[in-house]
């Protein structure tokens, strides 16, 4: 039993450690990339910017600045200010408050939003239009079909939404599944600094890229084995 309590202990460790080790990430825009609610926002991170991101179009956009890359929101109940920062950013599979009323329940991200943001910031999406003027339209379609595909209720079902499904053999439902590790695509939770955790303290969380899906994997794996381990004490019973 003492064995089970230990391995039980170390594995909450591994699962709750992304929620207390923070880096900080200061948010603003580029002109003329958007002017509308949400992203397309600039985040400057206190971290290295993962490989995955130096192929595409969208980071270090801002010449001379600290490394960067371009994100979109994933919440609508949420905010930032632009420009705004530190906040303490939390690597995660899912929104914090992501119920759309802030009242605390965990929302995975979906398949969809996570391939449509990994396509763009490869800067291969379909008919997205990486050139200011054009950009601020394109970010603006895309941010309302990665909210429609989080079920957020200002989310817009249009072409963006309808390229995600037919990634998935033309089936919504399967878009709005949970990504899962399929894509490699995660959600910074921003918090204020000194505060993650805290409700009342939690900012828009961020779409970013991560070299492998393997961080998100680890995640899942500590939560399956924690049931697991539930279930081995319940049979000892």
């Known amino acids: 039993m003492k064995k089970l309590f230990f391995l039980v202990s170390f594995l909450m460790v591994l699962v709750m450690a992304p929620m207390v080790l923070a880096d900080t990430v200061s948010v603003n825009r580029v002109a003329g990339y958007y002017s509308g609610n949400g992203g397309e926002f600039t985040l400057f991170p206190s971290f290295p910017v993962p490989s995955d991101y130096i192929p595409g179009k969208t980071s270090g956009i801002v010449v001379g600045a600290a490394p960067n890359f371009q994100s ?30 802030g009242n605390g329940s965990f929302d995975p991200l979906s398949a969809g939003a996570a391939w449509l943001y990994h396509q763009f910031q490869l800067g291969i999406l379909s008919d997205y239009d990486y050139t200011p003027p054009g950009r601020d339209a394109s970010a603006d379609l895309l941010q309302k079909a990665i909210w429609y595909l989080e079920d957020e209720s ?34 910074l939770n921003l918090w204020d600094v000194g505060y993650v955790g805290v409700k009342g303290h939690q900012h828009q969380d961020q779409l970013v890229c991560v070299p492998t899906p393997e961080p998100m994997t680890i995640l899942l794996l500590g939560g399956g084995l924690l049931s697991l381990a539930g279930g081995i004490r319940r049979r000892k019973k």
């Open 72 to 101: 979109f929101c994933v919440e609508t109940t949420e905010y930032v200010n632009v420009p705004g920062g530190p906040y303490a950013a939390v690597l995660n599979t899912g929104a914090i408050y992501g119920d759309g009323g």
């Open 154 to 187: 200002s989310g817009v079902n249009n072409s963006y939404v309808t390229l995600a499904a037919n990634q998935f053999g033309g089936l919504l439902a399967n878009a709005k599944a949970d990504n899962n590790g399929q894509y490699p695509v995660g959600i």
